[in-house]
């Protein structure tokens, strides 16, 4: 960074210096700078997609009745759901890990009525996906969870996965936008372009604070 930061916002999201840090490999990506993604790459003026960043997944998850939440995000009139997951898991209503140790995307199609996990670290997050698609069902008018785990990209080290995170929702945005629909096809997921958008999603976050902070967008 060229100039000093004392925090950036970007509709719900606000990132301060603390997390720009955060930025300097190997450190992992917390749920303040993927929230700001989610924000940067959500559609302007579209109703039908539907991206969840990590402090709402984070209460539909834990929460044993999310029923106010929900009601607001009208999820039944979404085509697309996009939700970042965390393994973070609950004691008695509280958070044990906050952050957790690891990020991953659940996606919803209504039109195939199929939730489909994105994991950069195969498995991993598999009991965090399941728990937060059966927490959808009901409001989505699903009467049971059918996950798929799709073939998507592999990180290469043990603390990429927010960047792959990422990339994952941007694959699923840009798809959304040029064909209204998300990729049917799992190489998709695991594609070159993938890879390529998580090794440079540090840059991207870097460039978008800057263009935040000088006040240019």
């Known amino acids: 960074m060229t ?3 004392l925090s950036v916002t970007l509709g719900d999201a606000t990132v301060t210096e603390e997390d720009v840090q955060l930025l300097q490999r ?9 929230s700001l993604w989610c924000e940067h790459v959500r559609p302007k003026g579209s109703e039908k997609l539907l991206i969840l960043p990590p402090n709402i997944t984070y209460f539909l998850k834990l929460c044993d009745d999310p029923a106010d939440v929900v009601g607001a995000l009208k999820l039944q009139e979404r085509d697309v759901i996009v939700a970042v997951v965390n393994n973070t898991s609950s004691d008695g209503g509280t958070f ?7 990020w991953s995307v659940l996606a919803y199609a209504r039109s195939s009525q199929i939730f489909i996990a994105l994991d950069s670290s195969e498995g ?4 965090a996906s399941h728990q937060l698609a059966k927490k959808l069902t ?15 990209a592999k990180q290469p080290n043990s603390y990429a996965c927010g960047d792959y995170t990422c990339a994952f929702i941007a694959k699923i945005v ?11 096809q799992e190489s998709s997921y695991s594609s070159k372009q993938v890879h390529e958008r998580a090794a440079g999603m540090r840059g991207e976050l870097i460039a978008l604070i800057e263009l935040l902070t000088a006040g240019r967008t």
């Not at 840009?174 to 998300?182: L, P, S």
């Open 3 to 5: 100039r000093r930061l």
């Open 26 to 34: 190997p450190n992992w990506l917390n749920d303040q700078l993927i």
């Open 96 to 102: 044990v890990c906050p952050q957790g140790t690891h």
């Open 124 to 127: 991993m997050n598999n009991s």
């Open 138 to 152: 009901s409001p989505l008018g699903v009467k049971e969870v059918v996950l798929k785990a799709a073939s998507s």
């Open 174 to 184: 840009d798809d959304y936008i040029k064909h209204n629909t998300i990729p049917k």
